[in-house]
């Protein structure tokens, strides 16, 4: 199978993508995958956390790449001996910098955002990967416009929330006209008290694009912290079965 890119995003912030990405790239590598994540949040990284990569040990970021310091295969860290956990494939991490001074020179300076779609495409192709996951800053910016156009699967994640409806509507629209191939949304932070199929249907009938996962609102996922991938921390967990479902949707 030809390796696909994964674009996970939300229009509003903390909705959930990272630790939805983390877990992802989670349960495909248990199922084998290499799989690649990569930090587009250049503005506010963190995903790094979930995985468990402290600042000393990246070598190389993804702002090296973009600034041609190296290739983007320098800057892909091999953190699957990170998570504690039996897992087949491997999982390679493209962090963004997390020091003050390469947050500021991207958003001065800018950059060349083409250089992230070729950056995708060699790291593919260099790690044989079978998946890359790009987990994305909130709204919509040059890097995100660019994500979901490479994307074959975009994930679009919303809380139930109407400050959300608005946002997502407005993203979907934007993924219709970039002809991204499988748009997916994903309901986050559902409370117990809301009826679940009238959500979904509402959803679907806003959107007209398929509900791929319903996660509830869950103690332990606030509990956790980000200090670890819920996927592999709670697998027997409703969240983890939705979110199992949803890979077997993208490996389908
Ligand atoms: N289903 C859930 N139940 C409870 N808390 C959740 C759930 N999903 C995510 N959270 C919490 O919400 C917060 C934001 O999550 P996360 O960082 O994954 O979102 P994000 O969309 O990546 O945020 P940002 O837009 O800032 O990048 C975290 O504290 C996380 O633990
Ligand atoms: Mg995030």
Redesign the pocket.
């Known amino acids: 199978m030809p390796p696909k890119i994964i674009s996970v995003h939300?229009f509003?912030?903390?909705?959930?993508?990272?630790?939805?990405t983390a877990s992802l790239s989670a349960l495909l590598a248990k199922k084998g995958y290499r799989v690649g994540v990569v930090d587009t949040?250049i503005q506010?990284p963190?995903?790094h956390v979930l995985f468990n990569l402290d600042e000393s040990e990246m070598v190389h970021s993804l702002n090296d790449y973009l600034w041609g310091k190296c290739e983007i295969s320098e800057t892909a860290h091999d953190v699957s001996g990170h998570l504690n956990a039996d897992i087949k494939g491997q999982i390679f991490l493209i962090p963004s910098s997390i020091q003050a001074g390469e947050i500021v020179r991207v958003l001065r300076e800018g950059y060349d955002v083409s250089l992230l779609n070729d950056g995708f495409r060699d790291v593919l192709k260099t790690m044989n990967l079978d998946y890359l996951i790009v987990?994305t800053?909130?709204g919509l910016n040059e890097e995100t416009l660019l994500s979901i156009a490479v994307s074959d699967v975009l994930i679009l994640?919303m809380r139930p929330d109407q400050q959300d409806y608005q946002g997502t509507a407005v993203t979907v629209d934007i993924a219709r006209k970039l002809d991204v191939p499988n748009l997916f949304l994903v309901i986050?932070?559902m409370p117990k008290s809301f009826d679940l199929e009238s959500v979904q249907e509402q959803a679907e009938s806003n959107y007209h694009c398929r509900v791929a996962a319903i996660?509830?609102?869950?103690?332990e996922?606030?509990e956790?912290?980000?200090s670890d991938i819920f996927a592999l921390r709670f697998p027997d967990h409703e969240?983890t079965q939705e979110l199992e479902a949803l890979a077997n949707l993208i490996e389908s």
Request: avoid cysteine; glycine fraction near 12%; charged fraction near 20%.
């Open positions: 939300s509003r912030g903390g909705t959930g993508k990272s630790n939805t949040d506010s963190g995903i987990d800053h909130p994640i986050n932070k996660l509830p609102h869950a103690d996922m606030m956790l912290a980000s969240i």
